[in-house]
């Protein structure tokens, strides 16, 4: 009889002494991150978002304790890239390097998007504010001198000019789309897929003008590659300022064309990785190095607040305003 009691008391031993770690084991939220996280972006590492998306991810991949890969998904205005983090499993390992482009301009550019760029994405953190700079080649086009020159040239000769742009949609596509609206041009557009292909008709003399973003193009104002006409700011930009604004030097008062950087998840990312992911991006693009970074060498303006919530108070409001700006330009993408 003893033995039976000891054979029947083992059991509920067991039990009794795993309860506690079994029940610990559910509490716990699995660890996050656990192995290298995909850092998407729709379009070539030449581009402002691949310099950007390459610079961050390092000291992100070092906060995190797992690397961080950026991946280039290229086409359709970025579209290819955010249908793929549209698609993705919401646990953190796949993320989308964002534009006002992808996320704002697209909705109403685009006549069918596979995916719904508010209610499909988790927005994470803002980046930063991106102008575009009016810029002519100096070697073939040297008769621009300011932006009266080329609006001259243009009134003189209409359809005669074109400007070039990294692609349907893009903010160096609407940039320049609303300049010719406020200036009242009859220029052409050509798009190119990508920085690279529109550099190189520029410094080639196949177009000419282009409203870069500041980031690729304040290296070739530097080398003399290319003449910084006018940014596309309310103000003059820190990294470049002899260059006057649109609104100053072109005579069309109240022009700007801004666009925003930002980090998305797919919808449905967990708060706590969403949260972990602002707040390692948030101090990181604090950082004086960073921002001196940012604001000297980029021409970017790094945003005031960052929250999630705050930054898809943007992304709602932008939605809405370029929106306008489409319909206005006449744009549409099949």
């Known amino acids: 009889m003893r033995l039976t009691r000891r054979l029947l008391a083992l059991p509920l031993a067991a039990l009794l002494g ?37 610079r961050i991810a390092e000291p992100l991949s ?40 992808t996320h704002a301009i697209n909705q109403t550019l685009y006549r069918r998007l596979p995916f719904d760029v508010l209610r499909d994405f ?54 320049g789309a609303r300049f010719a609206v406020a200036a009242g041009l009859d220029v052409v557009h050509v ?8 550099v190189t008709a520029q410094l080639g003399g196949q177009i000419d003008f282009f409203f870069n973003q500041t980031g690729p193009a304040i290296a070739m104002i ?51 990785i969403t949260r972990r992911l602002n707040e390692e991006i948030v101090r990181i693009i604090s950082a004086p190095e960073f921002r001196t970074w940012l604001v000297q060498d980029q021409g970017i303006e790094p945003p005031t607040v960052n929250t999630p919530a705050e930054f898809r108070a943007v992304q709602e409001q932008d939605v809405a305003r370029w929106a306008q700006v489409v319909r206005d330009a006449r744009a549409t993408v099949d």
């Open 62 to 101: 070092r906060a995190l304790g797992q690397p961080v890969v950026v991946n280039p998904r290229i086409g359709a205005g970025g579209n290819v890239g955010s249908d793929f983090v549209a698609k993705a499993r919401p646990d953190g390992y796949v993320i989308l390097f964002g534009t006002a482009g």
């Open 191 to 198: 798009p190119f897929t990508g920085q690279a292909g529109v």
């Open 222 to 272: 530097q080398q003399g590659q290319v003449r910084g006409l006018a940014v596309t700011t309310r103000s003059r930009v820190p990294a470049l300022p002899d260059v006057p604004t649109v609104a100053e030097a072109c005579n069309l008062p109240g022009f700007e064309s801004t666009t925003w950087y930002g980090v998305f998840g797919p919808a449905g990312l967990p708060d706590e």
């Open 18 to 54: 795993a309860a506690p770690a079994a029940a610990q084991g559910t509490a716990q939220q699995p660890a996050w991150p656990t192995r290298p996280i995909e850092f998407t972006i729709g379009f070539p590492n030449s581009s402002g978002v691949g310099i950007y998306a390459r």
């Open 122 to 175: 988790t927005p994470i953190a803002h980046l930063g504010d991106v102008p575009n700079i009016l810029t002519t080649s100096v070697e073939r086009r040297p008769q621009y001198r300011t932006c009266m020159d080329v609006i001259n040239d243009g009134k003189a000769r209409p359809g005669a000019l074109n400007y070039g742009s990294t692609g349907n949609g893009a903010s160096t596509h609407l940039a």
